[in-house]
């Protein structure tokens, strides 16, 4: 149904109580006062209701939805259109201060002003005590630095949840006025304020005065766990190079593919994230017991909310992988030392209310340099030999004991003109214990099954200091220790000119995080 009219009031309900308007249509007026909550003088218009259902429209020349100073307890609910197309404003008063208004605009609702004929008009205005709660789009067209929302009087609420959208200042006129937000952890976001307003983030992000701002710290406080992630992966590799038939002759060479996926839920105070990563392990003997290690790896971390970083970097460094201490070589020791270098692409999509869209996507290009190191002690228990048709076959039980330390720095970048991060240097370390029982199935073919558990801790380099725009933030976000568990299988079988493996581990943590990996990989000569 249409109700149309091409002077005033397509809806006049001045004087009323309890009035209920429901739209499914098109409400319009090509003149002031689409529909009317005015009150003439010594009477009050209380407690209407206005529902602009799913694709209803209502629209105005002049002042859309009008109340004034003896207008109270007016609810409106819209999941359609409510627009104004010249002067004054979509919802609110014409003069003076309504009381007690809510204005419920959904995740379908739009709320807009169109025309340029009144520039200094908002979208929105309340008077006294009313409530505005946005998940839809409420958006000034003529320019992101118009007002769409004034808090004209006292003592009202906005509140601005999930994926709403924002074009327009967000002004406070009176005094006890809160802005709320509610986008869920781990949203970025930068709204323009004027006046005094109250912030308030219900889900449990910080918010920045200095206009109202929150970024979330993903990429910074997954530092320690990614790194770790490295290390574990690297030892592994190192463990599985040491527990291999060795060659001989000259020209040996370990090469490997790698990869793995690791996820962690988020809490109350974590974001939750999912990362994939694949790369290349080379080992090259340089002498008996000591080696040249390079690792390159490509990573992409996939953050809640519209936040995703890559990276691409590399380790090299020396390994000692079993070095016989004593004991008829059941006892070893080992270790290894390696830097690298990684390269990171963010990208994070950003609610404002500075664009025409209300959104914002930031991107941003750093490096951190990285250090790695860690040493063992092994006891390696050979089991009773089997026979078979042509060798007997020796399977072993290995137990080893070992630390790791880990360094990053990170320089200090920018993400567009609204977040600034100084540079970080991180420092952390691990105590962990292994046990692995190597089996052969036959002279060809073998099979290990291991089991290691980890305790991680940053040791330095907690905080994190950043700015959002002009306000310095120090935060400590991240729970900056961990203790784990995992458990891999590999299959090895031997060639006449080397060893070809596959490898598939998992692990699980305390921070709920379970991380799945797997590889295949060669050691040939050549």
């Not at 307003?197 to 920045?208: A, M, P, Y």
């Not at 790194?227 to 000259?250: D, E, I, M, Q, V």
């Not at 994230?273 to 490509?298: H, K």
Request: glycine share 12%; proline share 1%; charged share 20%.
């Amino acid at each position: 149904m249409t109700v149309s009219v091409t002077n005033n009031q397509a809806i006049d309900a001045t004087d009323s109580t309890n009035a209920t308007i429901t739209n499914s249509g098109t409400i319009s007026a090509a003149a002031a006062k689409t529909i009317e909550f005015e009150a003439t003088a010594g009477n009050v218009t209380s407690g209407a209701t206005v529902n602009n259902n799913l694709g209803g429209t209502i629209t105005g020349a002049t002042n859309t939805i009008k109340t004034n100073l003896r207008t109270t307890n007016t609810t409106i609910n819209n999941s359609g259109l409510i627009s104004v197309t010249g002067t004054g404003r979509a919802i609110g008063p014409g003069a003076g201060r309504d009381t007690g208004t809510v204005i419920n605009n959904n995740s379908t609702g739009v709320i807009v002003k169109t025309s340029t004929a009144d520039n200094d008009g908002e979208v929105l205005e309340l008077g006294d005590s009313g409530t505005i709660t946005n998940s839809g789009q409420i958006r000034n067209d003529t320019s992101p630095s118009n007002s769409a929302i004034n808090l004209k009087g006292d003592n009202n609420t906005l509140i601005l949840r999930d994926k709403g959208i924002v074009v327009g200042k967000i002004v406070s006129g009176g005094t006890g006025n809160k802005l709320q937000l509610q986008h869920g952890f781990g949203r970025a976001y930068f709204y323009e304020t004027s006046g005094v307003l109250t912030l308030e983030d219900l889900s449990g992000n910080v918010v920045v005065k200095g206009s109202a701002g929150s970024v979330a710290l993903g990429a910074q406080e997954t530092v320690d766990e990614l790194l770790g992630l490295r290390t574990s992966n690297l030892r592994a590799a190192f463990k599985r190079y040491a527990a291999s038939p060795k060659l001989s002759g000259t020209g040996i060479i370990w090469g490997e593919t790698f990869g793995y996926r690791s996820k962690r839920q988020g809490t109350s105070n974590l974001l939750k994230y999912e990362t994939n990563a694949w790369g290349l392990n080379f080992i090259q003997p340089i002498t008996t017991n000591l080696d040249l290690v390079l690792s390159l790896e490509t990573n992409k971390l996939s953050l809640q909310e519209d936040h995703d970083v890559t990276r691409k970097g590399f380790f090299s460094g020396l390994s000692v992988s079993e070095y016989p201490v004593f004991g008829r070589n059941k006892f070893t020791a080992g270790g290894f030392a390696l830097g690298g270098v990684g390269w990171y692409d963010s990208r994070r999509q950003v609610l404002t209310n500075t664009t025409t869209s209300g959104l914002l996507d930031l991107n941003a290009n750093f490096k951190s340099f990285e250090l790695i190191t860690g040493g063992n002690i092994g006891y390696n228990f050979k089991l009773p030999k089997r026979a078979s048709a042509k060798n007997s076959l020796q399977n072993k039980l290995d137990t080893e004991l070992g630390f790791t330390l880990g360094g990053s720095h990170t320089g200090d970048y920018n993400e567009g003109t609204l977040f600034f991060w100084e540079d970080r240097s991180l420092l952390q370390g691990s105590l962990y214990l292994q046990e692995q029982f190597s089996y052969e199935l036959d002279e060809r073919t073998g099979i290990k099954l291991g089991v290691e558990i980890e305790h991680r801790k940053v040791l330095n380099g907690k905080e994190q200091e950043y700015k959002v725009k002009e306000t310095r933030v120090v935060s400590s976000e991240g729970r900056n220790f961990e203790n784990s568990i995992s458990g891999n299988l590999d299959f090895n079988y031997k060639t006449p000119y080397g060893l070809a493996y596959f490898q598939l581990q998992h692990r699980i943590s305390d921070q709920s995080r379970g991380t799945l990996g797997g590889g295949i990989g060669v050691k040939f000569r050549f």
